[in-house]
């Protein structure tokens, strides 16, 4: 009987110990899913391959598991992020590789991930460079939110939003807790491992035209991307998102105060607003503030 080499890991050999494991959170990706898996298993045999099919109503799993790759079902959609929880729990090798389902990531790219991984670095991101498979709404997107989260951490952050990345296991179960169910898991992680100190890098690669149709859509989407933004500021340091707002609000409070003393001679409500909405923001993100370094401090 030909066994294949991720069959053994699924199997539950003792004596096969991967190198590395590799998750793909999948969700109605028949179409795309057995290319994927067939080259990954031939490019890495010495890694695990897992599926986590996030309740797919189509054959999914079925391609998946024939294709070669162990195959975890959820009854139901839970997101992509609880997919990716559930993918970090069930690996057993020590180096994570996360990948999407839908083709627009190359196996080929795997080495020059884990060699930089080897360098010392903690977390390692697939940077999607220009003319990678991308509406211009969503590349001015992660543009904002690349700048942003670059600002917030002081480090530059190539791409925020990229699912392929490397990362260490047990730093990375550090926060599954703060990982959301939805799309957000690749800014939550990014952030959360510049919180904690741990290194992050980026190696520049190609992200090929998806296979099948994509699960993001503008309407009903655009409100969460944008609260990505808030999520940046929230999960690393809030007072560096309410600081500006709060000085913002003095300042035009101040104005506001001299063109009345000015024009008037009286000191206004709406001045009294504006400097009173500037302290409630300045003190809601020094509580955020508190709140984060409790969220990120480690038991004994």
């Known amino acids: 009987m030909n066994v294949r080499a991720t069959d053994r890991f699924c199997q539950g050999n003792p004596s096969a110990v991967p190198t590395f494991s590799i998750v793909l959170p999948a969700k109605n990706e028949a179409n795309a899913i057995a290319r994927v898996v067939r080259a990954l298993v031939s490019a ?69 991930l884990l060699e930089k991984m080897n360098q010392g670095h903690d977390m390692v991101v697939g940077a999607r460079q220009k003319g990678s498979q991308a509406s211009i709404g969503r590349g001015l997107a992660n543009g904002l ?29 550090e926060f599954l807790y703060l990982l959301p169910n939805g799309f957000s898991y690749p800014t939550t992680s990014t952030m959360a491992f510049f919180r904690a100190g741990y290194s992050v890098a980026y190696v520049p690669i190609h992200a090929s035209k998806r296979i099948g149709k994509s699960h993001v859509r503008l309407l009903r989407d655009g409100t969460r991307f944008l609260l990505i933004i808030f999520k940046i500021g929230s999960l690393y340091s809030p007072l560096k998102l309410f600081g500006p707002v709060a000085l913002f609000l003095w300042a035009l409070a101040t104005g506001w105060y001299v063109y009345t003393y000015s ?20 003190m809601m993100g020094l509580i955020s503030e508190q709140i984060t370094a409790l969220m990120y401090r480690k038991d004994g």
Request: contains cysteine; charged residues 20%.
């Open 44 to 112: 890495h045999p010495q890694a695990e391959v897992i599926i986590v099919d996030d309740g797919s109503s189509d054959d999914t799993a079925e391609v998946a598991r024939s294709a070669g790759a162990c195959v975890i079902s959820h009854p139901y959609s839970k997101g992509n992020g609880a997919s990716i929880k559930t993918g970090a729990r069930a690996v057993t090798a020590e180096v994570i590789v996360f990948m999407d389902a839908d083709g627009q990531h190359d196996p080929a790219d795997i080495p020059r």
């Open 145 to 173: 939110y690349n700048s942003l989260a670059s600002w917030m951490t002081g480090h530059r952050v190539e791409d925020l939003t990229s699912g392929f990345r490397a990362v260490r296991a047990s730093k990375f179960r």
């Open 263 to 282: 024009t008037m001679g009286r000191f206004t409500n709406m001045s009294a607003l504006f400097y009173t909405g500037g302290v409630v923001t300045f």
